[in-house]
């Protein structure tokens, strides 16, 4: 069935996934819920967490696949929109401890209080309500890098020189959110959440809703993905990627076309990013550290970029093999992933998938012509 699902077509390995999503959002918590923590078929509450954390970093991946494997936009600082968005769901769910928190006060957060803050900032008032909180979690990160990719692009600032302006972006906003003074938690970022919606984070129900919710998520972001290239936008965008200056002499706007994409696909890094704060429980400026979007480039490459599927292989995979390094061999990991993604580079340059597709065409270009010459006549020269 692998051999199947990495072989096939993309419309087919689409629906596939899609229906592998969408039975897990559904049979995840029934297997969580349903079945006695006596069986085996159980899933534990920290098992259904930590899959969960993963599905977010996998749609991470993919809004990084859109705009690096379909644009060739190398983007190094996609932690920063999936920290935004993580910050967001954050100041929503601090409004929600309300008076539960150690000072008592129902207003303002512990922080504020212990830093004597008088009022709340401005720019928290609207996060007690859970829509004005979503319309953030999209909205923040999509302006950034609107505004972000307006001057970038218009500027035709490409290649290794946009990579390492946007690894600039992410670490200026990691400096700034470790500043006391910028109101959101500082070097000790958002945490000790209480309820989401009115019910509690802690709660087996909750945590398998989130569950359902992260893996509802990943299959609309799969399926908007795979709809916009395989549109005629899509193939802008490959056009973009490939022959810009080509483009341009044709009366295209590759700055518009770059534009689009790129805001997209901070939206979508935003939202796994809400997603995964109410899953692990915190967030700290530490989000935003450029290691981890360089992780995320590491994950789908791993997995194969340019190919939707592939870059929710790679982010699935090195993640559980990290939570696995991690409690098994500690001082290793970052030695396995260094290992790992020179590995990919040299031997997998497109990845786990692209090497799949491309050998199972080789395969296939060979069996075809297998018959052709078992049904030549032996007697018949080559030239006959």
Same mark, same amino acid.
């Not at 069935?1 to 087919?12: K, N, W």
């Not at 939570?323 to 580079?345: D, K, M, N, R, Y």
């Given at each position: ?12 390995r ?5 229906a ?11 297997l ?41 936009? $190398?983007? +190094? *600082?996609?932690?920063?929109?999936? @920290? #935004?968005?993580?910050?967001?769901? %954050?100041?929503? /769910? ?111 129900a ?11 998520? $990943?299959? +609309? *972001?799969?399926?908007?993905?795979? @709809? #916009?290239v395989?549109?005629?936008? %899509?193939?802008? /965008? ?13 009366g ?38 450029p ?26 995979l ?31 340059p ?35």
């Open positions: 069935m692998i051999t199947r699902f990495l072989a096939g077509g993309l419309e087919r689409i629906n596939i996934l899609l592998i999503l969408v039975a897990a959002a559904v049979l995840v918590p029934v969580h819920l349903a079945v006695p923590a006596s069986s085996p078929l159980h899933m534990p509450t920290y098992v259904v967490a930590l899959v969960g954390k993963y599905l977010t970093y996998a749609l991470l991946a993919l809004a990084l696949d859109l705009v690096w494997g379909f644009c060739g936009i $190398l983007s +190094l *600082g996609h932690a920063a929109f999936f @920290a #935004l968005g993580g910050y967001a769901m %954050g100041m929503y /769910l601090m409004r929600q401890i309300g008076a539960r928190s150690v000072y008592g006060n129902p207003d303002l957060p512990d922080f504020m209080v212990f830093l004597n803050w008088k009022e709340l900032p401005w720019f928290w008032h609207g996060f007690d309500h859970f829509w004005f909180a979503m319309l953030m979690v999209m909205a923040v990160p999509g302006l950034l890098a609107f505004v972000f990719g307006w001057f970038a692009f218009r500027s035709r600032i490409t290649g290794v020189y946009l990579s390492i302006i946007t690894q600039a972006l992410t670490y200026a906003l990691m400096l700034a959110f470790f500043r006391n003074n910028m109101g959101f938690g500082g070097n000790n970022g958002l945490t000790d959440f209480k309820d989401i919606l009115g019910f509690n984070i802690q709660a087996d909750t945590r398998s809703a989130l569950f359902a919710a992260s893996a509802l998520a $990943l299959a +609309l *972001g799969v399926l908007v993905t795979s @709809a #916009l395989r549109s005629k936008y %899509g193939k802008l /965008l490959i056009a973009a990627r490939d022959a810009e200056s080509r483009m341009r002499f044709l295209y706007r590759p700055e518009n076309i770059k534009l689009f994409a790129f805001t997209l696909s901070a939206v979508m890094a935003g939202i796994a990013g809400a997603l995964y704060v109410p899953q692990v429980g915190i967030i700290n400026p530490g989000e935003f550290a290691a981890n979007s360089i992780e995320v480039v590491v994950w789908t490459a791993v997995g194969g970029r340019g190919t939707i599927i592939g870059p929710i292989i790679g982010a699935l090195v993640n559980g093999g990290k939570s696995w390094f991690t409690g098994a061999l500690p001082e290793l990991w970052l030695f396995a992933l260094g290992a790992l993604f020179i590995a990919t580079t040299l031997f997998l497109k990845g786990i998938v692209g090497a799949w597709e491309e050998w199972w065409k080789q395969r296939r270009e060979r069996d075809g012509r297998a018959p052709m010459m078992s049904a030549r006549n032996p007697i018949e020269s080559p030239a006959e």
